[in-house]
């Protein structure tokens, strides 16, 4: 008999984790959506179009249902591209794309030799001082502000004369960053900005040859929707989201990767749609991969507004973003918007010990679970904290994503969307 029950438990066990949460599933698109091959999932060689294939060939084979033909809802919007040269040479010495320097997200178009004039806090605090470097500023000078940024300083307002350019330089160069970060942009800045790496660059330098090759592109894309249909309440929607777009290419070699921004949402989205498709539900559970997140929530605000079924029978939706980490819990967007509901998946999380903390956030209009809450949706925003400091730079990779809660997050998630199955 206790053979007998031992190997019953067994199967049940492998049973569940066939149909349960595959970290190892997850880790292989993470990697696959990292990959070269994606250009960063964004704007430069149709990154973004080309993880839209990606994921529909993965709802395909999970035999997930799609609203339209092809699983895609198209539209588009203009954004900043930086496919071309995006350099700086100082004195002879080439800095790296990414690694040393970043471009602001709408950085115009740069290509010449620039003398640097350096404003230290001694300049901004001495008139005279300032009164010269006023007299050098020109079309052909690019200002270079360094630790005076971090700094207290007697008079600010000579500082924001020169940060907001009013002398109109040819552009800013921060010299004294502490992180690199950068992010998308539909139109260009009123002038060039340039961020630098604190330590990359010296006083004595005094030249720079600068080449940003920037334009204004009309993009096309697209979201990707696909279904479990529910076997009682077809009618009844839980929905999950997650944006699959990232930051792409800063010129012809910086590639941001996105890992944890957000190929691990979209990863976990994937494992939730095996799971569902082969635990069937009682309702109908949707996901839906949004475009154009990082550029202004394009994606989901389209949908909102050309739904594929009427938004008033989603029961609850759960847009999942930077799903990386755990270990220092979950953060729930909205949770001061929907009380009720934010205390049953404290329930939840307390009955299985999946997350050390579950916290608490107001509403905010930071990911794509913001249209959906603006159009009467009960709308959750999800994402997991945890010591990983790489967020919109060269180094969220997928060989440094820890995935250290996946698999306690994937059924809390699960868990938690089970409540509301028939829409109560």
């Not at 350099?87 to 080439?94: N, P, R």
């Not at 924001?160 to 552009?171: V, W």
């Not at 973003?321 to 001061?336: E, I, S, W, Y």
Request: proline share 3%; charged share 20%; aromatic share 14%.
């Amino acid at each position: 008999m206790f053979k007998v029950i031992r190997l019953s438990a067994l199967i049940l066990l492998c049973n569940f984790t066939l149909h349960a949460q595959n970290i190892n599933y997850a880790r292989k698109v993470i990697n696959d959506l990292c990959a070269p091959e994606m250009y960063g999932r964004g704007y430069v060689k149709k990154g973004d179009n080309i993880a839209a294939k990606y994921i529909r060939e993965e709802l395909k084979a999970a035999k997930l249902k799609s609203f339209t033909a092809e699983y895609f809802q198209e539209f588009g919007f203009p954004v900043s591209v930086y496919e071309n040269e995006v350099k700086v040479i100082v004195d002879d010495h080439g800095l790296i794309p990414g690694e040393h320097f970043i471009i602001s997200a709408g950085c115009p178009p740069v290509d010449g030799v620039f003398k640097l004039l350096w404003i230290d806090s001694a300049t901004i605090d001495n008139q005279a001082a300032f009164n010269q470097i006023e007299k050098q500023i020109s079309r052909q000078t690019f200002v270079v502000v360094g630790e005076v940024k971090y700094q207290k300083i007697n008079h600010p307002e000579r500082l924001k004369q020169i940060t907001s350019n009013e002398f109109n330089a040819r552009g800013i160069i921060y010299a004294a960053e502490k992180k690199l970060t950068w992010s998308v942009s539909t139109k260009w800045d009123q002038f060039a900005t340039i961020f630098v790496k604190e330590g990359i660059l010296k006083p004595f330098q005094t030249s720079a040859k600068i080449t940003i090759a920037a334009q204004i592109k009309s993009h096309a894309t697209q979201n990707v929707i696909a279904y479990v249909e529910g076997s009682k309440y077809k009618d009844s929607f839980v929905v999950f989201t997650a944006h699959y777009d990232h930051l792409g290419m800063m010129g012809k070699e910086a590639i941001f990767p996105g890992a944890n921004d957000n190929a691990s949402g979209v990863a976990m989205l994937l494992d939730l749609a095996n799971y569902y498709s082969k635990n069937k539900p009682e309702y109908s559970v949707v996901f839906m991969f949004f475009a154009g997140e990082e550029a202004g929530l394009f994606g989901s605000y389209y949908y909102t507004q050309n739904p594929l079924f009427p938004l008033k029978q989603i029961s609850l939706l759960l847009n999942l973003d930077l799903m990386g980490t755990g270990d220092k819990g979950l953060t729930a967007v909205n949770a001061t918007v929907f009380p009720d509901e934010f205390q049953e998946l404290q329930l939840v999380n307390m009955d299985g010990d999946f997350l050390p903390t579950i916290a608490s956030r107001g509403k905010a209009q930071n990911s794509d679970h913001h249209y959906f809450t603006e159009n009467g949706v009960r709308s959750f925003f999800f994402y997991l904290m945890g010591d990983y400091h790489f967020y919109h730079d060269v180094d969220d990779k997928a060989d440094a994503l820890p995935l250290s809660k996946y698999n306690e997050a994937f059924k809390l998630i699960q868990k938690f969307a089970d409540h509301y199955q028939k829409g109560e």
